[in-house]
């Protein structure tokens, strides 16, 4: 009798199964709890005044940041991804010298941001830039001061993110093109559909998920995309081309932690939905 | 006759957009490395090959002959160390968690894979600030291991994730037949799981090594002592001066860009299939 009861009342010892099951998802769930949940939950609170979101509306720098954000997600990302969907038909293409192109065309991805960014920052440079200098010698004028126009700054900066993501999402594309079956294209050949009919009736519909899917991740990733703002243009002229990723961190650089987290938390409307969105599809 | 016309329009539309792509993706780099070969003042004459080629500022850097360069291969060391401990401590944290989760079944793998793929999704530079705060709550700031365990934290979620597509697709047979031998869930790890794993292992291992060792952002936040940051940072600093040397930035710069320009080359095989299949699943 005492037994039975006992033998109930002690914990059912866990087969090895389940306690090395759960021993190993552990490291994972502490990472995530002591840098992930703690940091979110602590800007939360960090931003619960409604006084900074006050602050930060009434700061001209903010709204600014806003709009440029909205064109580098919305211009630069069509764009790059458009781009991208073209040039992975270029590169499916079977020739020796396209494989020797395809090989140094992920150069930009391979190699990291700040050296590459810093070239391109110094070829703008008013005075000494290549660029400059070249005009110099053929016009005998001098040239645009490049980053110091808030739209050209921001339109270079967007270039310079396109530059260095493009090979990525294009190696992406490629991959999704040459999932294909190629008898697809013969038949349609035979057909006499044109390069146009081609990708419209066949390409187009076996790659919209995946270039769908593409877009939202690229479009969530730049909203962090820290590099191609801050070392080309610092966010100058005059504060003129920051994006939310810049802005965040120069609000913590001067010591305003809650409009830094508030910038961030004003923003999360706007992600968030695109994160379980792709999660859903992701996840699965 | 014009079938052939035709096949030379074909190369010849083929070039159109061959060229201008090459131009594109090498102007930038190639002007980082017509300045780190050319003499001070001399870079700026517009020419496409300096008239004196020179090694000389690789002499500097290497020399630490410079204000800017004083920590150079202390810098380096950093970036190495520190890149080496997030490629490590990642992939044990990932390798473990896909393996409990895909093969142990442990309770609650599904809900850990989403919380995993829900850190992926956050914008790094968001959890930047945070972040930032709470390194100098645990007093970590200032101190490498902040720098290592927030690149772990970026780094492990898309690891974890390729991790567990690439175990899933293992044969189950293989589990059945090693627990018929008697073999216990770390055998099974051991000898069973982490052979079969080698070419998802390598991706990841690189792509979280890569990760660190190209890190700005989060280095130049949580690292400020010139004797502890990263090379990154360092580089960073040059942007303090109008009146900086390009020509020994460009040198350093290029030196910093090597290594893991050579290692994806070296690994390419393993990251395109392990990475391009696990960004994006159609």
């Not at chain 1, 008013?126 to 005009?135: A, D, K, L």
């Not at chain 1, 013969?186 to 187009?204: H, L, M, N, P, Y």
């Not at chain 2, 160390?81 to 044990?92: E, N, R």
């Not at chain 2, 502890?228 to 600093?237: C, K, M, Q, R, Y």
Request: with cysteine.
């Amino acid at each position: 009798m005492t037994t039975t009861v006992l033998g109930a009342a002690a914990p059912k010892p866990l087969s090895p199964w389940t306690f090395w099951g759960r021993a190993l998802v552990l490291p994972y769930l502490l990472v995530f709890a002591v840098f992930v949940v703690f940091p979110v939950g602590y800007g939360l609170w960090l931003a619960r005044h409604p006084a900074s979101y006050v602050k930060l509306f009434d700061d001209p720098i903010f709204f600014r940041t806003a709009i440029n954000t909205l064109v580098f997600i919305v211009v630069a990302i069509n764009l790059k991804m458009m781009v991208a969907l073209a040039l992975s038909g270029f590169f499916v293409v079977k020739r020796w010298w396209i494989s020797v192109v395809a090989a140094l065309f992920i150069l930009p991805w391979a190699v990291p941001s700040i050296p590459t960014i810093l070239s391109v920052r110094f070829m703008l440079n008013p005075e000494w830039g290549v660029i400059n200098s070249t005009y110099f010698r053929l016009t005998g004028l001098d040239g645009p001061n490049w980053l110091n126009d808030p739209l050209l700054g921001l339109s270079f900066s967007m270039l310079m993110h396109v530059w260095k993501s493009l090979p990525f999402w294009t190696l992406i594309l490629v991959a999704g093109r040459l999932a294909i079956p190629a008898e697809q294209y013969e038949a349609a050949s035979v057909d006499g559909a044109t390069r146009w009919q081609k990708f419209r009736f066949i390409t187009w519909p076996a790659m919209k998920s995946l270039y769908l899917t593409s877009t939202i991740l690229s479009m969530i990733w730049t909203l962090g995309d820290f590099n191609s703002v801050y070392l080309l243009t610092g966010g100058g002229p005059a504060d003129l081309t920051h994006v939310l990723a810049t802005l965040g961190i120069r609000y913590l650089r001067l010591d305003q932690v809650d409009l830094a987290m508030a910038s961030i938390v004003v923003a999360l409307p706007l992600v968030l939905p695109l994160v379980f969105f792709m999660m859903r599809r992701l996840g699965k | 006759m014009s079938a052939s016309w035709k096949k030379v329009g074909n190369e010849a539309r083929l070039l159109l957009i061959g060229i201008p792509v090459l131009l594109w993706t090498l102007v930038p780099v190639y002007h980082l490395f017509l300045f780190a070969i050319s003499e001070r003042d001399s870079a700026t004459s517009g020419r496409l090959w300096p008239k004196h080629p020179t090694l000389q500022n690789f002499e500097i850097v290497f020399q630490q002959k410079h204000f800017y360069l004083n920590h150079f291969w202390l810098q380096m060391f950093n970036s190495l160390v520190i890149a080496l401990a997030v490629g490590a401590i990642t992939l044990f944290v990932a390798t473990t968690a896909a393996f409990a989760i895909s093969r142990l079944k442990v309770r609650g793998g599904r809900t850990v894979m989403n919380i995993a793929l829900f850190t992926y999704f956050i914008p790094a530079a968001f959890l930047a600030v945070p972040m930032y705060k709470t390194m100098s709550i645990y007093g970590l700031l200032n101190n490498q291991w902040s720098l290592i365990l927030a690149m772990v934290t970026i780094a492990s979620p898309y690891c974890i994730w390729v991790l567990k597509q690439a175990s899933d697709k293992l044969p189950w047979e293989l589990d059945e037949a090693a627990r018929m031998d008697g073999a216990g869930p770390l055998q099974l790890f051991r000898l069973v799981y982490l052979p079969l794993m080698v070419p998802s292992l390598v991706a990841v291992g690189t792509y979280s090594l890569l990760l660190a060792w190209n890190e700005y952002l989060y280095a130049f936040l949580l690292l400020s002592n010139d004797t502890d940051v990263t090379l990154a940072v360092a580089l960073g600093h040059f942007l303090a001066a109008d009146d900086s040397p390009w020509e020994l930035l460009m040198a350093t710069g290029l030196i910093y860009a090597l290594p893991p320009a050579a290692i994806y080359y070296a690994f390419k095989r393993y990251m395109v299939s392990g990475l391009t299949a696990g960004a994006v699943k159609s």
